[in-house]
Every structure is written in structure tokens, then in C-alpha cells.
């Protein structure tokens, strides 16, 4: 199912790809301490198969996980670590939650006809974890709210809850001297809505906090590669752009896409589009 690789990024962190259906990427900051786990994983297999990768390259295994979100897809795998679980106040809440729910099939599909699981997640959890599934969402031993260090040894991780359109609960873990920021999903659109958007109201503020951080390496959730600074930038550039346009022709979609064509004296890339449709669904949210 997977075809991701882990890779040394810098001298203390080590990062698995994403993978299919939907797995995000995972790390591991290795201190002469402690070594943290950076998400838990899609599944028991998803975390084997970092585990195992972590074994073959000599490196320690974790002895602490930190979750960037509630997302499926960052937390079913903590059952099979059996390690503590550092998770923001927002994300022990919502886990409590998914762990009363029934997980089979039929469930899943109750709960997309009513409104509270989507489609698109449905499908990956059947595809991650076939049926018949046992799921056990462990709940988090420490739990913080704004901000908390850690130290491993020779370096320290901080976490920073940010928040975002794609969950409310979102925070990023900056490796300070290796100049790491592991992003996992928040600067991604909100996803559990009938239209996915971004709001210019949650995202602007969050792109300040990200750019705040110093560092010279970005690590996303579903993103096939390691951003540097400069092409975390471009995306930034991008999304100002569309949102700033889009607030001020307020939320007009022809016009946002002819003026940012002549603007940019060429064709709108697909990137581009998608942000459009993203802000615009956003800005008629927040102005019906």
C-alpha cells in the first residue's frame, strides 16, 4: 500500500514521505536522551512500517509522540506505539469523541449521510483498514494548551498551537537547531464542510505565525517533499494574492479569476484555481 521512504533531513530528524491512501508524513527528533515521534500514524501498519524503517537505519526508537490534529489519520496508529501521547487540550477533546464512535462500515456511512464524517475520509479509513477493523483511539497522557518544550537531550522541540481553517486544534512542533518546522496539515482548507475553503480571517494571521518560526526546512502533512523556506514562500505569495483579491472583489469568482489573469499577464495555474474556488467559498461563508 505504501511506497514512502524515511530519509535523514538533519542531524536530528528523520522523515517518512506521505503515502497512500492517505497516510501523512511522520518524524522522528532524535536527541541523546529522548527520541519524539512527530504524529502517530494512519493505522498499526502505518506505524510498522516507520518503526521498522527507523530500525534499519540504527535509529532510536520513540519514546514520546506529538499530534499536530484529531484527523483519522494522525492518531489510529497510537495504540500500537504503547508510549505516551502529547496532544493540545482541542485535540484530547475531539479524540474523546471519535473514540464513542462504532467504526465499521455501516457507521461510517450513517455518519457521512448525517453530516459528521465526510466522504473523502470514510473512504480512506475503509481503504487503510479494511473490514472487520478494530480501532482503539488511545487518549493523550500529557496535555497542553498554548505552548510546550521538550527536551530530548542536545535538543529541544516546540510545540505552538495555531490553529487554521483546516482544524481548530492545529500546532506545529519547531526543532530549533536544526531549523525544522513540522507543519502537519494546518495551513491545508477546511475539509469537514459540504465546500472546502479558506477563510482570510484564519488563514493570514497563521501564515504570520508560520513565517515567525526560524527555519529553513517545512515539513507538511500530505506533501511529497521537504518546502525550504523559499518555496514555502511561493505558496504563501500565492495565497495572499488570491485572498486578498478575492476579499476585495468581494467574492466575486469571474472577476477575481479575469483580474488575476491580467495581473499575472498569463494563464491562472492549477494551484491558483484551487485557491480561488477555496477563498471564494470561504468568503461567502463568512458573508452570506
Same mark, same amino acid.
Given at each position: 500500500?505504501?511506497?514512502?521512504?524515511?530519509?535523514?533531513?538533519?542531524?536530528?530528524?528523520?522523515?517518512?514521505?506521505?503515502?497512500?491512501?492517505?497516510?501523512?508524513?511522520?518524524?522522528?527528533?532524535?536527541?541523546?536522551?529522548?527520541?519524539?515521534?512527530?504524529?502517530?500514524?494512519?493505522?498499526?501498519? $502505518? #506505524?510498522?512500517?516507520?518503526?521498522? @524503517?527507523?530500525?534499519?537505519?540504527?535509529?532510536?526508537? %520513540? /519514546?514520546? !509522540?506529538?499530534?499536530?490534529?484529531?484527523?483519522?489519520?494522525?492518531?489510529?496508529?497510537?495504540?500500537?506505539?504503547?508510549?505516551?501521547?502529547?496532544?493540545?487540550?482541542?485535540?484530547?477533546?475531539?479524540?474523546?469523541?471519535?473514540?464513542?464512535?462504532?467504526?465499521?462500515?455501516?457507521?461510517?456511512?450513517?455518519?457521512?449521510?448525517?453530516?459528521?464524517?465526510?466522504?473523502?475520509?470514510?473512504?480512506?479509513?475503509?481503504?487503510?483498514?479494511?473490514?472487520?477493523?478494530?480501532?482503539?483511539?488511545?487518549?493523550?497522557?500529557?496535555?497542553?494548551?498554548?505552548?510546550?518544550?521538550?527536551?530530548?537531550?542536545?535538543?529541544?522541540?516546540?510545540?505552538? $498551537? #495555531?490553529?487554521?481553517?483546516?482544524? @481548530?486544534?492545529?500546532?506545529?512542533?519547531?526543532?530549533? %537547531? /536544526?531549523? !525544522?518546522?513540522?507543519?502537519?496539515?494546518?495551513?491545508?482548507?477546511?475539509?469537514?464542510?459540504?465546500?472546502?475553503?479558506?477563510?482570510?480571517?484564519?488563514?493570514?494571521?497563521?501564515?504570520?505565525?508560520?513565517?515567525?518560526?526560524?527555519?529553513?526546512?517545512?515539513?507538511?502533512?500530505?506533501?511529497?517533499?521537504?518546502?525550504?523556506?523559499?518555496?514555502?514562500?511561493?505558496?504563501?505569495?500565492?495565497?495572499?494574492?488570491?485572498?486578498?483579491?478575492?476579499?476585495?472583489?468581494?467574492?466575486?469568482?469571474?472577476?477575481?479569476?479575469?483580474?488575476?489573469?491580467?495581473?499575472?499577464?498569463?494563464?491562472?495555474?492549477?494551484?491558483?484555481?484551487?485557491?480561488?474556488?477555496?477563498?471564494?467559498?470561504?468568503?461567502?461563508?463568512?458573508?452570506?
Amino acid at each position: 500500500m505504501s511506497e514512502t521512504t524515511l530519509s535523514q533531513i538533519t542531524d536530528h530528524v528523520y522523515w517518512m514521505s506521505p503515502g497512500k491512501p492517505d497516510r501523512p508524513s511522520l518524524c522522528a527528533v532524535v536527541g541523546t536522551n529522548r527520541t519524539l515521534m512527530l504524529e502517530a500514524g494512519a493505522s498499526a501498519a $502505518h #506505524v510498522r512500517l516507520f518503526l521498522d @524503517a527507523l530500525t534499519n537505519m540504527q535509529v532510536p526508537q %520513540p /519514546d514520546l !509522540v506529538a499530534l499536530t490534529h484529531w484527523h483519522w489519520d494522525h492518531i489510529f496508529g497510537a495504540a500500537e506505539l504503547n508510549i505516551p501521547i502529547i496532544a493540545h487540550a482541542q485535540t484530547a477533546e475531539s479524540m474523546a469523541v471519535q473514540a464513542s464512535y462504532q467504526w465499521t462500515d455501516a457507521a461510517l456511512d450513517a455518519r457521512v449521510g448525517n453530516g459528521t464524517e465526510i466522504a473523502f475520509c470514510a473512504d480512506n479509513i475503509k481503504l487503510e483498514l479494511p473490514e472487520p477493523r478494530d480501532i482503539n483511539i488511545i487518549q493523550p497522557d500529557i496535555i497542553y494548551n498554548e505552548t510546550l518544550e521538550i527536551n530530548l537531550g542536545d535538543v529541544n522541540v516546540h510545540l505552538q $498551537h #495555531v490553529g487554521g481553517d483546516h482544524a @481548530a486544534d492545529s500546532c506545529v512542533m519547531h526543532i530549533m %537547531p /536544526d531549523r !525544522v518546522l513540522f507543519l502537519g496539515d494546518c495551513l491545508y482548507d477546511a475539509i469537514y464542510t459540504p465546500t472546502r475553503y479558506y477563510t482570510t480571517r484564519r488563514l493570514f494571521p497563521l501564515l504570520d505565525t508560520i513565517l515567525n518560526f526560524e527555519a529553513d526546512y517545512y515539513v507538511e502533512g500530505h506533501t511529497p517533499m521537504v518546502l525550504s523556506r523559499a518555496e514555502l514562500m511561493e505558496i504563501v505569495d500565492k495565497m495572499r494574492l488570491v485572498g486578498n483579491t478575492v476579499d476585495r472583489l468581494a467574492g466575486d469568482q469571474v472577476e477575481v479569476s479575469k483580474h488575476l489573469s491580467e495581473q499575472l499577464n498569463a494563464p491562472l495555474d492549477e494551484d491558483t484555481k484551487g485557491f480561488i474556488e477555496t477563498f471564494v467559498a470561504g468568503y461567502k461563508l463568512d458573508h452570506p
